[in-house]
């Protein structure tokens, strides 16, 4: 029987990066992936192919809506849907064998399969050729999560979808209703709308992307407004129901009077469950938590201590990057290191256009602890770069602590904002204060000017260019 150091199941970002951290620490490796592609949600049916399909709508809205200021004219602009679904494919098809690549190159076993725990070191791998052991010395549940539905709009994967089907539809839908304004939500939202589908979005709270800064969800909220997509906050939905050719929506407004909508298509993007089902939990003696995720303490170890667990499948943020840096910690801790996280600077972003982006405390987070806060904004329409390319919506923000100038929270919206954030979470990792980066030279022109100016403006009010 094969016998292995450290066995990681599931082969998301969390896993298989997990996997070849394990392999360099020179652990012998396997990995167990119940689907035929490497690389989980992420790479098959979430980041990469939602941020496929948002650059392809990205380029049709701004040919369709921008070029010509630019002085640019086409004709016969159309969308060739297949094709931009197909791309999409090869996009995702490219990732996946990205890691084959590299589970050969760190000589890490892969075993196509169920797993599931038969004890602590015994491991079933359940595939069509039958039912094959292994042992294992410690094991990483990096078993990630699927979209979670609600008993009266159930996903029937015809015309109730979750974003797994949105992300591979045959034809490009004339209107849609997304249950949900959160991630999923706005970006799918976003896709469709840019591409002519009528969208509405039906949210229960009263914000877009409500866990963000509420500044942020205001914002995207007017953008997406201005797209043409309809927005329905303070919803609550009651029935979603489905002929084969329809989709009614029922709910209920703020003010409890009845909405009743139809499309041809419902996208339910209300939040992901923790994915366990047959992984043999009760075998070792692990019981989930009432949200469905699998306990862990400060090692991210579970109560048993050779199983280790990261990723969408415990507590906190359902990130691609935090459930990669978390399978580097386990990979450092199982070789005696004394890795270290810091959850509040794993930074969040939502790909729409504008971006959104933050790290750290939000202002409602700020206030509910009863900190003292400075806070500066730059609007981005100030900038001579935003004109220059015409992307002028949004705004960057930054919160600073009233007594030490410390940067707290950092929340931007606006053109490449998911990269800009990068530099804000380097400022916190070294607890930079407002000021420091106020002093920092940024290149002219860049967006990046947004957030040195949103620090001097924090910083005494002294912003240069508003
Ligand atoms: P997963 O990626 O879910 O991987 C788990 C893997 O384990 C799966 O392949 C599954 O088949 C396998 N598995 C489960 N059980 C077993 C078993 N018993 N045996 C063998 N294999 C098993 N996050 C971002 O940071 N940025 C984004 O832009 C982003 N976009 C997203 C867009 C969409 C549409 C969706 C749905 C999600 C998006 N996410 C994004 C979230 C991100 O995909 C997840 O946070 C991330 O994939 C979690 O990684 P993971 O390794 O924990 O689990
Ligand atoms: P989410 O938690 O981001 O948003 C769900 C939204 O649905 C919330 O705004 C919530 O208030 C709303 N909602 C819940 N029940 C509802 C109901 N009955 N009626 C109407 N609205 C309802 O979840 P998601 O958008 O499904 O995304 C799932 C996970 O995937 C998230 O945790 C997210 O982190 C991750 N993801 C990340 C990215 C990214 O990083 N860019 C992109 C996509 C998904």
């Not at 076993?109 to 292994?134: A, L, M, R, T």
């Not at 009863?370 to 919160?399: C, H, N, P, T, W």
Request: proline content about 3%; glycine content about 8%.
């Amino acid at each position: 029987m094969d016998k292995f150091d450290v066995t990681v199941i599931g082969s998301g970002p969390g896993g298989y990066v997990a996997a070849i951290r394990c392999a360099q620490l020179g652990f012998k490796t396997a990995i167990i992936e119940r689907y035929n592609t490497l690389g989980g949600t992420c790479l098959n049916v979430g980041c990469i192919p939602s941020k496929a399909l948002l650059d392809s709508s990205e380029h049709y809205y701004a040919a369709s809506k921008s070029f010509e200021t630019h002085g640019i004219e086409l004709q016969g602009l159309k969308v060739n849907f297949p094709q931009m679904i197909a791309r999409k494919a090869d996009v995702v098809d490219q990732n996946t064998k990205g890691i084959e690549y590299l589970m050969k190159k760190n000589n890490i076993s892969v075993f196509n399969g169920h797993g599931s725990f038969i004890d602590p070191h015994n491991i079933n791998i359940k595939s069509k050729e039958g039912d094959k052991q292994i042992k294992t010395a410690m094991s990483i549940i990096a078993t990630g999560s699927k979209p979670a539905d609600l008993p009266f709009a159930k996903i029937d994967k015809d015309r109730i979808i979750s974003s797994t089907e949105a992300l591979s539809l045959k034809e490009q839908p004339k209107s849609m209703i997304v249950v949900g304004g959160g991630v999923i939500g706005v970006e799918l939202g976003s896709v469709y709308a840019r591409l002519g589908t009528e969208v509405t979005i039906v949210e229960y709270l009263d914000s877009l992307i409500p866990t963000m800064d509420s500044d942020m969800g205001k914002e995207l909220g007017r953008s997406m407004k201005k797209m043409g997509v309809k927005v329905l906050t303070s919803h609550k939905v009651t029935n979603v129901s489905s002929d084969g050719k329809q989709v009614t929506l029922k709910a209920k407004d703020k003010r409890d009077n009845d909405v009743e909508l139809t499309a041809d298509y419902c996208l339910v993007a209300i939040g992901r469950k923790p994915y366990t089902e047959n992984l043999g939990l009760e075998n070792v003696g692990i019981t989930v938590d009432e949200r469905g995720r699998i306990p862990v303490n400060n090692k991210l170890e579970t109560d048993v201590p050779v199983i280790y667990a990261i990723g969408d499948v415990i507590k906190g943020a359902m990130l691609a990057h935090k459930a990669e840096e978390e399978g580097v910690f386990v990979a450092e801790t199982m070789a005696g290191q004394r890795p270290h996280i810091d959850y509040n600077l794993i930074p969040g972003v939502v790909y729409t256009w504008p971006e959104v982006a933050s790290v750290g405390q939000t202002e409602e987070q700020l206030k509910e602890a009863g900190i003292a806060y400075k806070k500066g904004s730059f609007q981005m329409r100030a900038l001579g770069r935003a004109r220059a390319s015409m992307d002028i919506e949004g705004v960057v923000k930054v919160l600073a602590s009233e007594e030490t100038d410390e940067i707290l929270g950092v929340h931007m919206i606006g053109a490449r904002a998911a990269d800009m954030i990068a530099e804000a979470v380097v400022a916190m990792e070294y607890r930079a204060s407002a000021e420091d980066i106020a002093r920092m030279s940024h290149a002219h022109p860049t967006y990046t000017e947004a957030f040195k100016e949103a620090c001097l403006a924090a910083t005494a009010d002294r912003s240069i260019h508003s």
